[in-house]
């Protein structure tokens, strides 16, 4: 603690003038007493040959023992009974310092006549008479060199020489200064402009009383970070001697690989982050003889930007909202942990206050910052789908870069193209592990309902993108109507051949099992569904299984959803694809399917490409002509009944990738239709290849127009 410069006196009657000119600001200070110092001691007419005197002081009052020259002795204390506290009031040019109660003077000395009390203050000597005086002091004066406020009492005693004897007698006058440290971390300080007539407020760095502010920032979201405690905030007004400000914004966020640094360590993901923009209420006020104009350098990690130094302004004595914007690549984000919250990146802004500038060195003014927010525009990360029977090897997520399980010799066949790399071409965070056992979609569901938000977790992000295949489409809507949990959003599904009204291929595997190929309505479908029985993700393809769930599911879909106080809709995008490349037709008129038109479909290489083929063409025939099958009893020549698979025909061939027809693919965004925002797109490609760079760029375009950054 530091007294910068020690008030002048000044007289109380021109106190209200100042008051009537400029409106006060104020700060309370607390007291804490000293020992009161004996400054001086005076003799009446007789003289000192008759009297002697002793004293000692302790904190806040003073003991003083008097002996005459015929032995009449008094003795007491002078003690001032101080307020805990003052309150300083600041004016143009002046400041003075109010009591919320008074000061009082007790003396106490026996054998003596109390004759009168002056009480020294900034105001002039105030008298009274009385053992006890209350002092309505409306200033008190400065040690400098201490600083320390102090009062000066005069207390007058008459003795008498002669005991008994009220005339015969001698005064003594005790003249006490009574001290009180000031123990608020800043003292009261005195500021005189120069430029006094002006009647500009000359600021003390200490004692600046801001008014209160205006601004409130924006709720914290995950691009959008708020620091209101901590080093560098609401401090004392601080000038350019006491240092920069330096203030930590922890971002947690993760938008892409980084560096040791947290900085981005990858450029292609600048192109899905948008520049850093810092908000920030700034108060300046002036110092004495302060005339420039109010700017504070900002620095952002020690970087100015590339294009120029940014800067913090505004007016004096006002509270002012600045924004200033900082490319990307000085920003620090969070780091990705597998299994963990991420690592944030703690981003430090540092204001230079009063920079010198022109030559000018002298301090113009100090500054105080309220609170601070950093935001940035960045894509959500997307969390990747498989389909059915593609995670049994906990190898799931390996679909997304061209992996697929042959079911024949459960290997997996990788194929020239994927989509992962696709999204990290564009620079969007993605994240392609969830693999999930073969299961009902309910099961996978409620799966999802943990996995999905813990991955959101460690990318820092309560929003994100789905990208889901095949059965994965029926999942993933199944914990978006479900499980999804509160303040978290998903801002767009798109899906890959996604089976949203079933698929009779299931079906048929499902109905092939025990039935009489023989007696069913086709002997060469029910032999060849016979050859794939179903799995334990199978029942929930089927399409009546589907119808039940489209009507419970539909209904409860978000058509948009609110996050962090925000309500955004939700993007449905559907891809379908056709295997049948070239359109190729038998002389019948039926869809033929050619060796290079199965690439990716399991069992390939596990026989001989014409039987191979032969086989996947009589697959796409059945999900083309067949819309469903059931079960019947069916009684033979013999008279034997047996079960047999009973057809329910398509009215016209419906185009397909050997799964999933064009019609079920596209069932979801047909049905939201008119409700939200949402695309169809058809590929020419099967059930493996459907997951290539163009669906890649279909989904990033989709996630894109959903967020709007680009």
Same mark, same amino acid.
């Given at each position: 603690?530091?007294?910068?410069?020690?008030?002048?006196?000044?007289?109380?009657?021109?106190?209200?003038?100042?008051?009537?000119?400029?409106?006060?600001?104020?700060?309370?200070?607390?007291?804490?007493?000293?020992?009161?110092?004996?400054?001086?001691?005076?003799?009446?007419?007789?003289?000192?040959?008759?009297?002697?005197?002793?004293?000692?002081?302790?904190?806040?009052?003073?003991?003083?023992?008097?002996?005459?020259?015929?032995?009449?002795?008094?003795?007491?204390?002078?003690?001032?009974?101080?307020?805990?506290?003052?309150?300083?009031?600041?004016?143009?040019?002046? $400041?003075?310092?109010?009591?919320?109660?008074?000061?009082?003077?007790?003396?106490?000395?026996?054998?003596?006549?109390?004759?009168?009390?002056?009480?020294?203050?900034?105001?002039?000597?105030?008298?009274?008479?009385?053992?006890?005086?209350?002092?309505?002091?409306?200033?008190?004066?400065?040690?400098?060199?201490?600083?320390?406020?102090?009062?000066?009492?005069?207390?007058?005693?008459?003795?008498?020489?002669?005991?008994?004897?009220?005339?015969?007698?001698?005064?003594?006058?005790?003249?006490?200064?009574?001290?009180?440290?000031?123990?608020?971390?800043?003292?009261?300080?005195?500021?005189?402009?120069?430029?006094?007539?002006?009647?500009?407020?000359?600021?003390?760095?200490?004692?600046?009383?801001?008014?209160?502010?205006?601004?409130?920032?924006?709720?914290?979201?995950?691009?959008?970070?708020?620091?209101?405690?901590?080093?560098?905030?609401?401090?004392?007004?601080?000038?350019?001697?006491?240092?920069?400000?330096?203030?930590?914004?922890?971002?947690?966020?993760?938008?892409?690989?980084?560096?040791?640094?947290?900085? $981005?360590?990858?450029?292609?993901?600048?192109?899905?982050?948008?520049?850093?923009?810092?908000?920030?209420?700034?108060?300046?006020?002036?110092?004495?003889?302060?005339?420039?104009?109010?700017?504070? @350098?900002?620095?952002?990690?020690?970087?100015?930007?590339?294009?120029?130094?940014?800067?913090?302004?505004?007016?004096?004595?006002?509270?002012?909202?600045?924004?200033?914007?900082?490319?990307?690549?000085?920003?620090?984000?969070?780091?990705?942990?597998?299994?963990? !919250?991420?690592?944030?990146?703690?981003?430090?802004?540092?204001?230079?206050?009063?920079?010198?500038?022109?030559?000018?060195?002298?301090?113009?003014?100090?500054?105080?910052?309220?609170?601070?927010?950093?935001?940035?525009?960045?894509?959500?990360?997307?969390?990747?789908?498989?389909?059915?029977?593609?995670?049994?090897?906990?190898?799931?997520?390996?679909?997304?870069?061209?992996?697929?399980?042959?079911?024949?010799?459960?290997? @997996?066949?990788?194929?020239?193209?994927?989509?992962?790399?696709?999204?990290?071409?564009?620079?969007?965070?993605?994240?392609?592990?969830?693999?999930?056992?073969?299961?009902?979609?309910?099961?996978?569901?409620?799966?999802?309902? !943990? !996995?999905?938000?813990?991955?959101?977790?460690?990318?820092?992000?309560?929003?994100?993108?789905?990208?889901?295949?095949?059965?994965?489409?029926?999942?993933?809507?199944?914990?978006?109507?479900?499980?999804?949990?509160?303040?978290?959003?998903?801002?767009?599904?798109?899906?890959?051949?996604?089976?949203?009204?079933?698929?009779?291929?299931?079906?048929?595997?499902?109905?092939?099992?025990?039935?009489?190929?023989?007696?069913?309505?086709?002997?060469?479908?029910?032999?060849?569904?016979?050859?794939?029985?179903?799995?334990?993700?199978?029942?929930? $393809?089927?399409?009546?299984?589907?119808?039940?769930?489209?009507?419970?599911?539909?209904?409860?879909?978000?058509?948009?959803?609110?996050?962090?106080?925000?309500?955004?809709?939700?993007?449905?995008?559907?891809?379908?694809?056709?295997?049948?490349?070239?359109?190729?037709?038998?002389?019948?008129?039926?869809?033929?399917?050619?060796?290079?038109?199965?690439?990716?479909?399991?069992?390939?290489?596990?026989?001989?490409?014409?039987?191979?083929? $032969?086989?996947?063409?009589?697959?796409?025939?059945?999900?083309?002509?067949?819309?469903?099958?059931?079960?019947?009893?069916?009684?033979?020549?013999?008279?034997?009944?047996?079960?047999?698979?009973?057809?329910?025909?398509?009215?016209?061939?419906?185009?397909?990738?050997?799964?999933?027809?064009?019609?079920?693919?596209?069932?979801?965004?047909?049905?939201?239709?008119?409700?939200?925002?949402?695309?169809?797109?058809?590929?020419?490609?099967?059930?493996?290849?459907?997951?290539?760079?163009?669906?890649?760029?279909?989904?990033?375009?989709?996630?894109?127009?959903?967020?709007?950054?680009?």
């Amino acid at each position: 603690m530091r007294l910068r410069r020690s008030p002048e006196l000044f007289v109380p009657g021109l106190l209200l003038s100042l008051v009537a000119v400029q409106a006060v600001a104020q700060d309370t200070y607390a007291l804490a007493p000293l020992e009161p110092e004996l400054v001086e001691v005076t003799h009446g007419a007789l003289g000192a040959p008759f009297f002697t005197y002793t004293h000692a002081a302790s904190v806040g009052s003073l003991q003083i023992s008097v002996t005459t020259n015929n032995n009449v002795t008094g003795s007491g204390t002078i003690a001032v009974v101080a307020p805990e506290s003052l309150t300083g009031v600041t004016g143009a040019t002046d $400041l003075r310092f109010t009591t919320p109660q008074p000061f009082s003077v007790n003396t106490a000395l026996t054998g003596a006549r109390l004759i009168e009390i002056v009480a020294f203050t900034a105001g002039g000597p105030r008298q009274g008479e009385g053992a006890s005086l209350p002092l309505s002091l409306e200033s008190i004066a400065f040690d400098p060199n201490q600083s320390a406020g102090y009062l000066q009492v005069r207390v007058s005693f008459r003795l008498p020489i002669t005991p008994g004897s009220e005339f015969n007698s001698s005064e003594i006058r005790f003249l006490v200064r009574f001290r009180w440290q000031f123990t608020s971390d800043c003292p009261p300080e005195m500021n005189l402009s120069p430029e006094a007539s002006t009647r500009q407020r000359a600021a003390s760095p200490c004692s600046v009383n801001p008014p209160p502010n205006p601004y409130s920032p924006e709720p914290a979201t995950d691009s959008r970070f708020v620091v209101e405690t901590g080093p560098g905030l609401k401090t004392a007004c601080a000038k350019r001697s006491d240092g920069p400000l330096r203030i930590v914004i922890p971002v947690d966020r993760v938008v892409g690989e980084v560096d040791s640094q947290h900085l $981005l360590s990858d450029t292609r993901s600048l192109s899905s982050v948008s520049n850093v923009t810092l908000r920030m209420p700034v108060f300046h006020a002036l110092l004495p003889g302060g005339t420039r104009r109010l700017r504070d @350098r900002v620095r952002l990690n020690g970087n100015d930007n590339p294009d120029g130094a940014q800067y913090v302004k505004g007016k004096p004595g006002e509270w002012t909202l600045n924004s200033v914007t900082f490319f990307a690549t000085v920003a620090r984000f969070g780091r990705r942990i597998r299994g963990q !919250k991420p690592a944030p990146g703690d981003n430090e802004l540092e204001i230079v206050i009063d920079p010198v500038s022109g030559g000018v060195t002298k301090e113009s003014w100090c500054t105080i910052i309220d609170w601070v927010e950093l935001s940035f525009g960045a894509i959500a990360p997307v969390i990747m789908v498989h389909g059915n029977g593609q995670g049994d090897d906990g190898k799931g997520g390996e679909f997304w870069s061209g992996a697929v399980l042959d079911e024949g010799t459960g290997a @997996r066949l990788q194929m020239k193209s994927n989509v992962i790399q696709s999204f990290a071409e564009a620079g969007i965070p993605f994240d392609n592990s969830i693999s999930m056992p073969t299961d009902t979609t309910e099961a996978h569901g409620d799966l999802l309902g !943990k !996995k999905i938000p813990e991955i959101a977790a460690e990318f820092g992000a309560r929003r994100v993108h789905l990208l889901a295949h095949s059965k994965g489409a029926l999942d993933v809507r199944d914990f978006m109507a479900r499980k999804a949990p509160a303040n978290f959003a998903i801002l767009s599904l798109t899906t890959l051949s996604g089976v949203h009204a079933g698929s009779s291929g299931p079906d048929y595997q499902i109905d092939a099992v025990g039935a009489s190929a023989l007696w069913s309505d086709d002997k060469t479908r029910t032999t060849i569904s016979q050859e794939f029985p179903p799995g334990k993700g199978t029942p929930s $393809l089927r399409v009546s299984e589907v119808e039940r769930f489209n009507q419970k599911n539909i209904p409860l879909l978000p058509r948009q959803m609110t996050v962090d106080g925000e309500t955004l809709p939700v993007r449905y995008t559907n891809v379908v694809a056709d295997a049948n490349l070239d359109d190729s037709q038998s002389a019948a008129g039926n869809p033929t399917i050619s060796f290079n038109e199965t690439e990716g479909i399991p069992g390939q290489g596990s026989m001989m490409e014409t039987k191979f083929t $032969l086989g996947v063409e009589q697959v796409y025939r059945i999900i083309g002509y067949v819309a469903r099958t059931r079960v019947e009893s069916y009684k033979t020549p013999t008279g034997t009944t047996v079960p047999v698979v009973k057809e329910t025909p398509t009215q016209v061939f419906q185009l397909n990738d050997f799964c999933v027809t064009h019609a079920s693919g596209s069932y979801l965004v047909e049905q939201l239709k008119g409700q939200v925002e949402g695309d169809i797109h058809r590929l020419k490609a099967n059930h493996s290849t459907v997951a290539t760079r163009e669906a890649a760029l279909i989904a990033i375009e989709a996630i894109r127009k959903a967020q709007r950054t680009r």
